[in-house]
């Protein structure tokens, strides 16, 4: 349950951000090609040979996330995810619901005239527990996030810088007291994709990086880390099966040349 919860939080959160950024559809964030009405994502550890988990994404034929359901091994319901949405497209509402059907977790977002997310709610139940404040540059890039605990009270702030492409090339995790916990950099091939990826502590110590090369319909093909001393500590290579849309259907990942995970799709198009 644990796995599965993580999964879908992480799922939802990087909707949730893609929204706050209202440039794509669902579609084009997921790199899903052609009206997909849903998609069912099962994914396999090699060596035990059993399916952890899985999960059923559907889209609206305009290619917007409508609900997303994760079960478990056992093909047993563990959680639901539903999404509302206004008359201009924008995310307004999600909530989760736990295996018996209670909701236990809400969001709620306020939009501006542009569709620009502004602000957001946390609710665990009826009680708000999180705040979300959000600014952004005249091309509508997300330049800085708060959270906040209360309206006075902020416990990070995180900033972001972009190239002439619009593109994030920076990222820094900021105390309540203004100083840097993190910074992250970005750079893209021509086709946008991120290339390399650069980890520093404070916003100076240079602690990691990780390099990536890419197929032809844009999906990772390998991923190299590297340590402080830009020693390699891990590879990963990834392979995939797509179907006639040009969609994968099966990605089959590899640790220093071992077989070590499988996920499949099966996508159902409008």
């Not at 999960?55 to 999404?83: C, H, L, P, W, Y």
């Not at 307004?92 to 306020?110: D, H, N, P, Q």
Request: charged fraction near 30%; charge should be neutral; include cysteine.
């Amino acid at each position: 349950m644990k796995k599965i919860t993580l999964l879908l939080v992480f799922l939802v959160n990087g909707i949730a951000l893609a929204l706050a950024q209202p440039k794509e559809t669902h579609w084009q964030t997921a790199k899903l090609k052609g009206k997909v009405k849903s998609v069912i994502s099962i994914e396999r550890s090699i060596e035990n040979s059993q399916a952890s988990s899985s999960f059923k994404t559907s889209f609206t034929n305009e290619g917007f996330v409508t609900e997303i359901n994760a079960f478990d091994a056992q093909n047993k319901q563990m959680m639901r995810v539903e999404f509302d949405y206004d008359s201009k497209k924008n995310q307004t509402e999600i909530r989760s619901f736990s295996e018996e059907g209670k909701m236990y977790m809400k969001l709620v977002a306020v939009f501006d005239a542009k569709g620009n997310k502004i602000e957001d709610t946390t609710f665990e139940g009826e009680q708000p527990v999180q705040y979300g404040k959000y600014l952004y540059d005249e091309k509508r890039n997300l330049v800085e996030k708060n959270l906040c605990l209360t309206d006075e009270m902020c416990v990070e702030k995180q900033t972001y810088v972009y190239d002439s492409k619009g593109n994030k090339t920076e990222e820094i995790i900021l105390s309540p007291e203004g100083n840097i916990v993190y910074k992250t950099q970005f750079s893209y091939d021509k086709k946008g994709n991120v290339t390399e990826v650069r980890q520093f502590e404070g916003g100076s110590k240079f602690v990691a990086k990780i390099n990536y090369t890419y197929d032809k319909y844009d999906n990772p093909t390998s991923s190299l880390s590297y340590d402080a001393e830009n020693k390699l500590v891990e590879q990963t290579n990834s392979s995939y099966i797509y179907d006639k849309k040009g969609n994968w259907i099966k990605k089959t990942i590899s640790k220093e040349g071992r077989e070590i995970y499988v996920s499949e799709q099966k996508i159902e198009y409008y």
